[in-house]
């Protein structure tokens, strides 16, 4: 019994996959745009990131709705050298479509946007809107990972 519950979660688990690797559709692609949202480091710089992850980014990303692929959160840990300082204490990302829609999303919740900031940062974000170019995948890491 055991080994046939086994046999079905592993023919499961390989549905929908070639030659057993998943496929990831809502990874990014040429053509989509990535909104950066950097937050600076520096001399009194603060951030929670449990309510930046649990709350803040999720509120964002509804405002998106379907035009939003996926998003991403980074916590800076260290500069170029181990000892420097991350020039970034948290860099979010939403992978979006429709720049337009972008826009008027954002521009119909800026207020209340803005007026969360303050229950997890004192920093002034940079935001940048770029353009993916390319995406390549390292095939030969993921068949080295499989063995």
């Given at each position: 019994?055991?080994?046939i519950q086994?046999s079905i979660?592993?023919?499961?688990?390989?549905?929908?996959?070639?030659?057993?690797?998943p496929?990831?559709?809502?990874?990014?692609?040429?053509?989509?745009f990535?909104?950066?949202?950097?937050?600076?480091?520096?001399e009194g710089?603060?951030?929670?990131?449990?309510?930046?992850?649990?709350?803040?980014?999720?509120?964002?990303?509804?405002f998106l709705?379907?035009?939003?692929?996926?998003?991403?959160?980074?916590?800076?840990v260290?500069?170029?050298t181990?000892?420097?300082k991350?020039?970034f204490?948290?860099?979010?990302?939403?992978?979006?479509d429709?720049?337009?829609?972008?826009?008027k999303?954002?521009?119909?919740?800026r207020?209340?946007?803005?007026?969360?900031?303050?229950?997890?940062?004192?920093?002034?974000?940079?935001i940048?809107i770029?353009?993916?170019?390319k995406v390549?995948?390292?095939d030969?890491?993921?068949t080295?990972?499989?063995?």
């Amino acid at each position: 019994m055991i080994a046939i519950q086994g046999s079905i979660l592993l023919f499961l688990a390989l549905v929908g996959c070639e030659t057993g690797r998943p496929k990831f559709a809502d990874a990014p692609r040429i053509g989509m745009f990535r909104v950066s949202v950097l937050y600076p480091n520096g001399e009194g710089k603060t951030f929670d990131f449990e309510y930046y992850e649990k709350k803040h980014m999720p509120m964002v990303a509804s405002f998106l709705g379907e035009n939003l692929t996926l998003y991403e959160v980074e916590k800076g840990v260290l500069g170029r050298t181990s000892g420097e300082k991350p020039s970034f204490l948290a860099i979010g990302y939403f992978y979006i479509d429709d720049i337009n829609e972008y826009n008027k999303a954002i521009a119909q919740n800026r207020d209340t946007i803005i007026n969360d900031f303050n229950n997890y940062t004192n920093i002034q974000p940079i935001i940048q809107i770029s353009q993916i170019r390319k995406v390549v995948h390292n095939d030969a890491k993921r068949t080295k990972n499989e063995n």
